[in-house]
Nanobody, 123 residues
Framework: QVQLVESGGGLVQTGGSLRLTCTAS????????VGWYRQAPGKEREFVAG????????SYGDSVRGRFTVSRDDAVNTAYLQMNSLTPEDTAIYYC????????????????RGQGTQVTVSS
């Protein structure tokens, strides 16, 4: 069983940056694709970014492409989401989730899911 724990959320001003981390327990992290997702109040949860098990391939949602960067360090069982040029529209709870071989774009379909970390961007 793999447990995922997100951290790094907080309050930041418009234009600022945050780096989220997703730390996994267990020995199988390197075989997992990891995705980041977010849910704003009153909105559906959406896919933000994902990274393959090898780390060679990343994908991004349209609303964050060019501002966010997803990466991973298998030596410490951690995935990262670097968020730059933040706006109030980025305010949400951010979740990470993982699945063997490839993350799923639908958060609920992933094998393992974290509890989320709050990101608030003030105007």
């Amino acid at each position: 069983q793999v447990q995922l724990v997100e951290s790094g959320g907080g309050l930041v001003q418009t234009g600022g940056s945050l780096r989220l981390t997703c730390t996994a327990s267990g020995r199988t992290f390197s075989s997992l694709g990891v995705g980041w997702y977010r849910q704003a109040p009153g909105k559906e949860r959406e896919f933000v970014a994902g990274v393959t098990p090898s780390g060679n391939s990343q994908s991004y949602g349209d609303s964050v492409r060019g501002r966010f960067t997803v990466s991973r360090d298998d030596a410490v069982n951690t995935a990262y989401l670097q968020m730059n040029s933040l706006t109030p529209e980025d305010t949400a709870i951010y979740y990470c989730a993982a699945s063997r071989f490839s993350y799923k774009h639908d958060y609920a379909l992933n094998d393992y899911r974290g509890q989320g970390t709050q990101v608030t961007v003030s105007s």
